[in-house]
T-cell receptor
């Protein structure tokens, strides 16, 4: 089944404890992206990747890192999480970087930082 | 910068009612426009899209028409069902660089039987 998977789905952690949220897609998609969803703000892009070893900042990159060593994986790293990073996170992928391409979203990771 | 504005929610309707969720946008150039739907506990799914002015996207009884003159992409459905209860997001593709979706804030729709 074609899908984007994320792990974990739920995570509660404490301020400053490094964590990684994994994202994997099995559709051989070129483009991958991370968004965060906050009430009243919709989704905002954190980072994106147009191909292996090519990543760039989105609108809200502060406090996050990413890597794209393999085409299928695009982990999101929080080196020192803070409470303002409590949010619902979505990974997405699309076949190419054409602006008309549908993006496929993972099921989301709900992160709480205390 | 590019932006999307959706009507405030939540919206509550009875089954078989007519649905309109308003969406207007601000963008340079001619972006593609999308409606995504998020069912409870799930990620977003593409509902429909339109890539140029006057295009009509449609899927599952939902429709939206790309109106350049009014910079709008309103979502409509003639007869809603309980299963349509979800959060709906209007979005546009940002043409400024990599493919990026700019989302509205989302509209929560609840359909009562």
């Amino acid at each position: 089944e074609a899908q984007v998977t994320q792990n974990p789905r739920y995570l509660i952690t404490v301020t400053g404890k490094k964590l990684t949220v994994t994202c994997s897609q099995n559709m051989n998609h070129e483009y991958m992206s991370w968004y965060r969803q906050d009430p009243g703000l919709g989704l905002r892009q954190i980072y994106y990747s147009m191909n292996v070893e090519v990543t760039d900042k989105g609108d809200v990159p502060e406090g996050y890192k990413v890597s794209r060593k393999e085409k299928r994986n695009f982990p999101l790293i929080l080196e020192s999480p803070s409470p303002n990073q409590t949010s619902l996170y979505f990974c997405a992928s699309s076949l190419s970087t054409g602006v008309w391409d549908e993006q496929y979203f993972g099921p989301g990771t709900r992160l709480t930082v205390t | 910068g590019n932006s999307v504005t959706q009507m405030e929610g939540p919206v509550t309707l009875s089954e078989e009612a007519f649905l309109t969720i308003n969406c207007t946008y601000t963008a340079t150039g001619y972006p593609s426009l999308f409606w995504y739907v998020q069912y409870p506990g799930e990620g977003l799914q593409l509902l429909l899209k339109a890539t140029k002015a006057d295009d009509k996207g449609s899927n599952k009884g939902f429709e939206a028409t790309y109106r350049k003159e009014t910079t709008s992409f309103h979502l409509e459905k003639g007869s809603v069902q309980v299963s349509d209860s979800a959060v709906y997001f209007c979005a546009l593709s940002d043409l400024g660089g990599a493919q990026k979706l700019v989302f509205g804030q989302g509209t929560r729709l609840t359909i009562n039987p």
